[in-house]
């Protein structure tokens, strides 16, 4: 019988709160970083990735297509429930296992994650990925984005030394030593870890642990941000939404009156807003046409990505979105095996490139998710009817109005590497 490599994906933060952010604190537990000797020869490698940017805008694409064709297995499965998750959290850690996977197993992961080897070289992947997480991490004004990765490693295991330098290397991952015949001290270890680096926000995530266990790989994605022009309090306005079902609910739908990138798109038939963040991201919220909704779910491709961004065009716009919050778990081996990730999760797995035998396979696959949005803005404090700002507002009716008020989608996405952080499919925005 061979070990179970518990591969556990954590996770995406989104909030929006104002207030100091301290350090994350030490995580308990013995780290396996290499020596000095090791970093040093793997210091010009490490300066490649971080400026290599061509191989960045090669995988971002590819990140697109994967994140699409994962969204569509979901919601084939989910036409009356919330989704809400992170492909890129699963994309890295999976392109990571890939460092560790050998022949067919390392190929049907590629093919999984939409990457087409006669197009793109493996080191182009993985140098793709070290440049992403690298500027995802720079520090940034207002705008919080981190990205990261941690092998926990039961004390018996013998791990490659290769294994362990590329995966520090090229994906910044910390290791850590762990005892998991006492699995509830490991996932003790583990919560820790995913506190301190999510600033406290992300707390006892960690599932129960098996004593068959002897890694887990851990990934989170946290964002925090601000809109660059908030949703005026004043405003916020109880409506009916009309959920999955034609159930009709009432909300309180926050409103933001000003000029906003917009379009219609005759082909999806949906329509489009673009609502800035405070620096580098921008959430998209799309409404299908009614009735419309599985036809654009079953419809969206990459190709949209770019054609949206030429066709957006600035209107003045009165946006009512539903306050509402998500959180969601998810085990994605189904979904993954019928992208063609079939192997990885059974005896056939060839991770030999992790212990230097096919003594490993992947058990389980966690995805822990978590929305949050309301009207706060990067502006301290509450505006009063005597704001400039609230003066400034045009009188009603404004010149166009669009009410998310059925099923919507909404994505995040960062604009200076182009990544998709999160999808997201509201049908209820009373689910939570």
Known sequence: MKAMLYLFLLLFG???????LSEPDDVHGNDRNTNSTNQQQHSTLERECNTEVSALHKIVPYNADFAFRLYKQMSSDSD??????????????????????????????????????????????????????????LPREEMLAKIGNALFLDESLKVLPTFLEDVKTLYQAETFSTNFLKPIEAKQQVNDYLKNRTYREMVNKARDFSIHMVMVLVNYVFFKDFWREKFHPLLTTEKHFIAYGNTTIKKNFM?????????????????VV??????????????????????VERSLVKEDINKWRASFQYRKTDVWIPKF???????????????????????????????????????????????????HGTMMGQAIPGDPLFRSLPPLPPPHCIIFNRPFLMFIIDKSTGTIFSMAKIVNPTHI
């Open 274 to 295: 673009e609502i800035p963040y405070s620096r580098n991201a921008v959430a998209w919220f799309i409404l299908p046409d009614e009735g419309k909704l599985k036809d």
């Open 80 to 137: 009356d429930k919330n989704i809400f998750f992170s492909p890129v959290s699963i994309s890295t850690a999976f392109a990571m296992l890939a460092l560790g996977a050998k022949s067919q197993t390392q190929t049907q992961i590629y093919n999984a994650l939409a990457f087409n080897l006669s197009e793109i070289e493996e080191n182009e992947i993985h140098k793709g990925f070290c440049q992403l997480i690298h500027k995802l991490n």
């Open 325 to 375: 919050s998500l959180s969601a778990s998810y085990d994605f081996k189904g979904s993954l095996q019928r992208l063609g990730m079939a192997d990885v999760f059974n005896d056939h797995t060839d991770l030999s490139g992790i212990t230097g035998k096919r003594n490993l396979r992947v058990s389980q696959i966690l995805h822990e998710a978590v929305l949050v949005v309301h009207e």
């Open 14 to 20: 989104l909030l929006f709160r104002c207030y100091h």
């Open 255 to 271: 409103c933001q009156r000003t000029w906003i990138k917009f379009l219609h798109d005759e082909d999806l038939s949906c329509s």
